[in-house]
């Protein structure tokens, strides 16, 4: 009795856990307003265009959209346990940041608020796409490229893809922006899909569990 116990016990070991199949799990958006559709119509926001655009493109996915408008890095990290265990996303796109910077904070706060997003989110077996911000020009050469090094630095240590700046075409478009000179209006947001689609598609393509083939 004892042999026949072993034995299934070793077998039992073998047995590989089963993990979220990246190809079908959900799109977990962790965001600020950028991506909550701020002052437009939820359906004109780009996260709402993604889901549309999935589909067609990948019909057994789905977008969960937690982002918050005035959301910073360390709202995000206090959020990001208890959205994986919910929602058991196989990506994440991490697009925070902003309102850290806006407030002139030290980047080192929100870099390491975001490399500890990053890092949950990989312990949890799914794939990251980050997403960066720039901030207006008032602030400074010296923090504005302080910002983009963070992202660019985050992308390279935890080898995530990266979108260099959300609001690439869009922000210095007066016909594009909102009053505010901050936010995209409804007809920015199908170009701030296009910003992101690439480096998306590209996960959203991928076989396997997410944390390998």
């Given at each position: ?12 070991l ?5 993990r ?33 655009r999935?589909q067609?493109?990948?019909p057994?996915r789905?977008v ?10 360390a ?5 990001i ?5 919910e929602h ?12 850290d910077a ?10 390491e ?36 090094d963070?992202?660019?630095d ?5 080898n995530?893809?990266?979108v260099?700046?959300l ?26 899909l ?8 590209k996960?959203?393509?991928?076989r ?6």
């Amino acid at each position: 009795m004892f042999r026949i116990f072993l034995v299934i016990l070793l077998v039992s070991l073998q047995v590989p856990v089963a993990r979220a199949d990246v190809s079908t799990a959900p799109i977990l958006i962790l965001g600020d307003s950028l991506s909550a559709a701020y002052r437009i119509p939820p359906q004109s926001g780009w996260v709402n265009l993604l889901q549309k655009r999935l589909q067609s493109a990948h019909p057994a996915r789905s977008v969960v959209n937690a982002s918050i408008s005035g959301e910073t890095t360390a709202g995000g990290l206090a959020r990001i346990n208890e959205l994986l265990v919910e929602h058991k996303p196989g990506i994440v796109v991490v697009e925070l940041g902003a309102n850290d910077a806006l407030r002139g904070l030290p980047l080192a706060t929100p870099r390491e608020n975001l490399a500890r997003i990053i890092s949950l989110v990989q312990k949890a077996d799914a794939r990251v796409l980050l997403i960066g911000i720039e901030i207006p020009i008032n602030y400074g050469p010296q923090y504005r490229d302080g910002l983009r090094d963070m992202y660019r630095d985050l992308g390279a240590e935890f080898n995530v893809p990266l979108v260099p700046f959300l609001l690439e075409g869009v922000a210095l478009d007066d016909n594009l922006m909102q009053a505010d000179g901050l936010h995209p209006t409804a007809a920015a947001q199908p170009r701030v899909l296009e910003n992101v689609w690439p480096e998306l598609e590209k996960l959203a393509g991928k076989r396997g569990v997410a944390s390998g083939e």
